[in-house]
């Protein structure tokens, strides 16, 4: 088992507070890790002491940490149910069934507080808090049941003809080019249009989407140079972004329109409704354009799937799950407690902020067999990459539309992608995914 550098520590289960009276960890192979001897003149601590407060002193928004977070996920999981994060006083969960506990336990673990670092009871937001994600029972009960309607089995059904039409005159110009740019090319270039297309936007500005994506996402972690670079021409993003969640701006017949269409019949207000339509577009883009991304570069990286998968179409949308669980394009997400509670033995207060590590629950082993493999014919359902409970991804259909619409033309027309050059990561405080994704692709 490898771990990166980061220090673990741990302290007794007195119930002091956990940022005193640390001991030293000795990371031992196999994932044991156990006391180290005190120091000369220190209080004698038994090997056999109960040892229940693992602290960590690793930065999971370093660059070092988001270029790589697989090692330090596996440390995080090892360490123990629960983790003290010393350097910004928080706990972290990496293990699947805490984290999907504190998911689905959304009145101890709330979204209200803010699903980032900051506690919006104690600092005020960047941007008006989220009715949808930032929101709990009842605000968001009345929320999330237009948006569930909005995007019902029904909506998205009507969705696909053009989906999928657009899906197939993308991949065509890919296939004649034969040499393109996964990320820009595809995994950007389809998701900006198809879903600003069917929100009912206008064609004017969308290259404002991506930018304000990342403001919202780096806007989870600390306020590092990710978030500051990130923010750097936010008022000019965010008037166009705001200008765009009105009556007057969106089309006819569209996802946005059918949002205000709500206000009409007495579900929400004017204000609310245009703060819906800002959800779709912080949050309807970044995370698809991820998961497409990091799906071609799976199939590059793992030839023999992409095969499997051209063999198999039924297998298309397993697939594209099975890339939800292996390279997560939403990797954390925060909550706060709302009332002391323990978790495996730690006891956790009230008001405090907890670091939901996703993708370290998709690799969990405890969950996944074999989890380290990327295995398109693997049943990937209980990922936590959209989450679950009532702060399930509203979106997901959209999302699962897309990859098919996208992956379902390229395996009639593609034998297999080659990397030409070395992929770039997109370092960001909250997504994974790539900046670069330089590929060839043998036509069928």
């Not at 706990?91 to 506990?101: G, I, K, L, P, Y």
């Not at 009715?131 to 029972?137: K, N, T, V």
């Not at 995007?151 to 003809?161: C, G």
């Not at 929400?268 to 309807?284: D, I, K, N, P």
Request: with cysteine; aromatic share 10%; proline share 7%.
């Amino acid at each position: 088992m490898f771990y990166s550098e980061e220090a673990f520590k741990y302290q007794k289960g007195t119930g002091d507070n956990p940022r005193q009276s640390l001991q030293t960890a000795d990371k031992r192979p196999g994932g044991i890790i156990a006391l180290q001897q005190p120091e000369a003149g220190a209080s004698a601590v038994s090997i056999d002491t109960t040892v229940d407060r693992p602290v960590s002193t690793i930065d999971p928004f370093s660059h070092e940490f988001l270029r790589d977070p697989y090692p330090h996920h596996e440390a995080l999981r090892e360490a123990g149910p629960v983790v003290w994060l010393e350097q910004y006083g928080i706990w972290t969960m990496a293990r699947h069934q805490e984290v999907r506990d504190a998911l689905t336990d959304w009145q101890t673990y709330c979204s209200s507080a803010g699903v980032g670092l900051s506690d919006f009871r104690k600092e005020p937001p960047w941007r008006p808090p989220s009715i949808i994600l930032e929101a709990d029972p009842p605000l968001h009960t009345r929320t999330r049941a237009v948006l569930t309607r909005i995007l019902s089995p029904a909506a998205i059904n009507i969705l696909r003809v053009t989906f999928e039409r657009e899906a197939e005159l993308l991949v065509a110009r890919l296939v004649e080019q034969r040499e393109f740019d996964g990320v820009s090319d595809l995994a950007e270039a389809y998701p900006l249009k198809v879903f600003p297309d069917a929100v009912g936007l206008s064609g004017d500005g969308r290259e404002n989407l991506l930018p304000y994506g990342n403001m919202v996402f780096n806007s989870f972690g600390p306020r590092n140079d990710l978030f500051e670079l990130a923010m750097a021409n936010a008022g000019p993003v965010r008037d166009w972004i705001m200008s765009k969640c009105s009556r007057a701006a969106l089309a006819p017949g569209g996802l946005g329109m059918q949002i205000f269409g709500a206000v009409d019949a007495g579900e929400l207000t004017e204000v609310e409704a245009g703060m819906l339509v800002r959800s779709f577009l912080s949050a309807g883009i970044d995370t698809t354009v991820y998961g497409l991304g990091n799906a071609l570069y799976c199939f590059a990286r793992y030839p023999e799937q992409w095969t499997v998968v051209r063999e198999n179409p039924q297998l298309i949308r397993g697939a594209f799950e099975e890339v939800l669980r292996f390279e997560a394009p939403v990797q954390t997400f925060f909550r706060t407690t709302t009332r002391d509670i323990e978790v495996g033995g730690v006891r956790l207060g009230d008001g405090e902020k907890v670091l939901l590590f996703l993708a370290a629950a998709n690799r969990d082993p405890r969950r996944w067999e074999n989890a380290e493999k990327f295995d398109v014919r693997r049943r990937a359902t209980g990922h936590m990459t959209f989450g679950t409970g009532i702060h399930g991804c509203v979106g997901q259909a959209v999302a699962r539309l897309e990859s098919e619409a996208v992956f379902g033309a390229l395996a009639r027309r593609v034998v297999s992608f080659e990397l030409t050059g070395e992929p770039m990561p997109r370092l960001n405080n909250t997504l994974r995914g790539l900046d670069t994704l330089p590929l060839r692709i043998v036509p069928a």
